[in-house]
């Protein structure tokens, strides 16, 4: 059964700690998707990569950073973990879509994350 | 960033009822995706449209994508408790590689 793990189901962090949130994938997928969702804000993407060692910016970035250093791989960084941040955070991943074909994503199953 | 909006944000209904739900945006997408979340889990995929017009069906949920691309429906038929969840539509725009999120309609139906 082909799926998304993330490495924590939850994670309890203290302020200023820095925070490594790991996604793996076993679809041989291009695409790899940070997002995190918050009670009426719903899913906000804050990193997204398209291959090995790249990557962009989402809508919300700041106070977060990415690696993606094999194709299977993608981590999400708090350099420094604020209350702020508690939320929780979902990977995903898909194919890349060359043409027009509306290759859907395949999440995880989340990551709880609580600073205090 | 390109918005959708979700309507309505919550809906209780008793089993058996019919129910629809919106997604609405003043952008043309590419493609739109419905996904069903259950609590403490990540989202799933239900469907993908991606022509102006389609209609797709997956046993008693219908998918319809507008005429322009701008918006889409999910209508229920028969509901059960087992549709309970939180339904999301997500769009991507021309030559994007990401999805764009709605903030989701919250489905409870009662037994």
């Known amino acids: 059964d082909v799926k998304v793990t993330q490495s924590s189901r939850y994670l309890v962090k203290r302020t200023g700690e820095k925070v490594f949130l790991e996604c793996v994938q076993d679809m041989d997928h291009e695409n790899m998707f940070w997002y995190r969702q918050d009670p009426g804000l719903g899913l906000r993407l804050i990193y997204f990569?398209?291959?090995?060692?790249?990557?962009e910016k989402g809508d919300i970035p700041e106070g977060y950073s990415v690696s993606r250093e094999k194709k299977e791989r993608f981590s999400l960084i708090l350099e420094s973990a604020s209350t702020n941040q508690t939320s929780m955070y979902l990977c995903a991943s898909s194919l890349r879509d060359r043409g027009r074909l509306g290759y859907g994503y395949t999440f995880g199953s989340g990551t709880r994350l609580t600073v205090v | 960033t390109q918005l959708l909006e979700q309507s309505p944000q919550f809906l209780s209904i008793q089993e058996g009822e019919n129910l629809t739900v919106y997604c609405n945006s003043s952008s043309v997408f590419s493609s739109l995706q419905w996904y069903r979340q259950e609590p403490g889990e990540g989202p799933v995929l239900l469907v993908t449209v991606v022509t102006g017009g389609e209609v797709k069906k997956l046993k008693r949920l219908t998918f319809q994508f507008g005429d322009a691309r701008k918006d889409s429906s999910l209508h229920i038929t028969a509901a059960q408790p087992g549709d309970t969840g939180l339904y999301l539509c997500?769009?991507?725009?021309?030559?994007?590689?990401?999805?764009?999120f709605g903030k989701g309609t919250k489905l409870s139906v009662i037994p």
């Open positions: 997500g769009g991507t725009g021309a030559g994007s590689y990401q999805l764009t």
């Open positions: 990569s398209y291959d090995v060692k790249m990557k």
